[in-house]
T-cell receptor, first 116, second 112 residues
């Protein structure tokens, strides 16, 4: 079974703090993704990576950065946390499918971040 | 560019049927369906590729009309375990590889 783990289930930070969210997958997947989930807005893509040291902006990258130094690990960084970044953050990983698409995504349990 | 899902929410009694729709304004390469139970991570249900195929998973099936850029998820004889939020993800082309964009979700609640 694919396992995607996230460093914390719940996190409380103060405005202006630098926040690191870690994600690790154990199935040698090339692709990794960071989403935020807010009520009524669904899953919105923040950043993704198709290879080590490679990153691409998703639909809502402002205020975030990422790091992928190893294939199995993908980190999301909030340089200076703000209250509007309070949300559930989900990490996912996948293999390319046979048609060259992003493939079935396996999600981690999520980190609920509260910024005070 | 987020696909539009309808309805936003639906309440069923056990044994009833439901249809969840997903439509996009962009040309699609595939449609993915996921279900997220309360407090859990989203879990993959099925993928539909170009070609108008229909797929099934137990009593849950889906269709994909690539010309209309629409997909529908059919839940028949619903069970309590079907409760959750259903997301469609639409695959669209990008220069460095296709990406998946998720809809806002449809909340399904099955009552006994």
């Amino acid at each position: 079974d694919v396992k995607v783990t996230q460093s914390s289930r719940y996190l409380v930070k103060r405005t202006g703090e630098k926040v690191f969210l870690e994600c690790v997958q154990d199935m040698d997947h090339e692709n990794m993704f960071w989403y935020r989930q807010d009520p009524g807005l669904g899953l919105r893509l923040i950043y993704f990576s198709y290879d080590v040291k490679m990153k691409e902006k998703g639909d809502i990258p402002e205020g975030y950065s990422v790091s992928r130094e190893k294939k199995e690990r993908f980190s999301l960084i909030l340089e200076s946390a703000s209250t509007n970044q309070t949300s559930m953050y989900l990490c996912a990983s996948s293999l390319w499918d046979l048609a060259g698409g992003p493939g079935t995504q396996y999600f981690g349990p999520g980190t609920r971040l509260t910024v005070l | 560019q987020q696909p539009v899902q309808s309805p936003q929410a639906v309440i069923l009694r056990e044994g009833e049927d439901a249809v969840i729709n997903c439509s996009s304004s962009k040309a699609l390469y595939s449609v993915h369906w996921y279900r997220q139970k309360h407090g859990e991570a989203p879990v993959f249900l099925m993928i539909l590729l170009k070609g108008g195929e229909q797929k099934g998973h137990e009593k849950i099936s889906a269709s994909f009309n690539e010309k209309k850029q629409q997909s529908s998820l059919y839940l028949t004889a619903s069970q309590l375990s079907y409760s959750g939020t259903y997301f469609c993800g639409t695959e669209t082309r990008m220069e460095y590889g296709n990406k998946l964009v998720f809809g806002a979700g449809t909340i399904l609640r099955v009552k006994s």
